[in-house]
């Protein structure tokens, strides 16, 4: 059997948005929130805080924060990412750290068969968000991103811009290829 390579895993990756009415398992939930921990942070200070929501009570309060309500009230789960202000040391790279720990979360239940999506249009009530989940005053709401398995028709197909358009040599509009 021929290897995995991560750039196919990847560009495999969609966005989902329509989940079959199952739970996630336990044991894949600790290995979504096991491969964010396993993000890099400046000075390994970690500074990302997950809310694990399954409550259908309090995914209808958060649905309520965006108006993508329906992919929340669907999803059999959320998580919540913040970024812990007592413990960074720069806002701009601990904010990417977060972004790193969601980003391995997305790829780790892409590879189990799930279906996710990185939901960040809730920012505009994050105060709201951190009201329905209890969360002290020093973490800031990153995202939140639902997680299930995946319906079909749950995704679409990936398209990027050709790397020419987004990539240069040495400085920008010099050619990269």
């Keep these: 059997?021929?290897?995995?390579?991560?750039?196919?895993?990847?560009?495999?990756?969609?966005?989902?948005?329509?989940?079959?009415?199952?739970?996630?398992?336990?044991?894949?939930?600790?290995?979504?929130?096991?491969?964010?921990?396993?993000a890099p942070?400046?000075?390994?200070?970690?500074?990302?805080?997950?809310?694990?929501?399954?409550?259908?009570?309090?995914?209808?309060?958060?649905?309520?924060?965006?108006?993508?309500?329906?992919i929340i009230r669907e999803a059999p789960l959320l998580i919540a990412v913040f970024l812990d202000e007592d413990v960074m040391y720069d806002h701009t790279k601990d904010i990417q750290a977060c972004g790193a720990a969601i980003q391995n979360m997305l790829l780790a239940a892409h590879g189990m068969g799930l279906g996710a999506v990185w939901l960040g249009e809730i920012l505009n009530r994050k105060a709201e968000v951190s009201h329905i989940l209890e969360a002290p005053d020093s973490l800031e709401l990153m995202a939140v991103i639902a997680v299930g398995y995946p319906a079909p028709g749950g995704s679409k197909e990936g398209v990027r811009h050709d790397i020419s358009e987004i990539?240069?040599?040495?400085?920008?509009?010099?050619?990269i290829f």
């Design 1 to 38: 059997m021929e290897p995995v390579k991560i750039i196919d895993i990847i560009k495999s990756r969609r966005s989902v948005r329509q989940f079959l009415d199952r739970p996630v398992e336990v044991d894949r939930i600790s290995e979504i929130l096991e491969a964010g921990q396993w």
């Design 167 to 175: 990539a240069f040599a040495e400085r920008f509009n010099n050619p």
């Design 41 to 70: 942070s400046g000075l390994n200070n970690q500074p990302w805080r997950f809310v694990v929501v399954r409550d259908r009570g309090l995914t209808a309060s958060l649905a309520e924060c965006t108006r993508y309500g329906t």
